[in-house]
């Protein structure tokens, strides 16, 4: 699969999530790329989320700065 198409991959999985009204929590950076766990502000479900494309991690970066 190409970057691209993998960025666009990644990218609609974090875009569902955040639609969904779920928010960041917690980033752990790896070798394999980083883990994203997002909560969902009205209840106690989380969702976690493995980004490994270089663009999907500074989207989700984004993301992050916009809800602080």
């Known amino acids: 699969m190409s970057d691209y198409l ?4 990644e990218r609609d999985k974090i875009d569902f999530l955040i639609q969904k009204g ?3 929590q917690s980033v752990t950076e790896h070798l394999n790329g980083a883990t994203v766990e997002f909560v969902h502000p009205d209840g106690h479900e989380s969702e976690t989320l ?5 663009n999907a ?3 989700f970066s ?3 700065i916009k809800q602080k």
């Open 57 to 59: 991690r500074k989207y």
């Open 22 to 24: 779920y928010m960041i």
């Open 50 to 54: 493995l980004v490994g494309n270089a």
């Open 62 to 64: 984004s993301i992050l």
């Open 6 to 9: 993998l960025f666009l991959e």
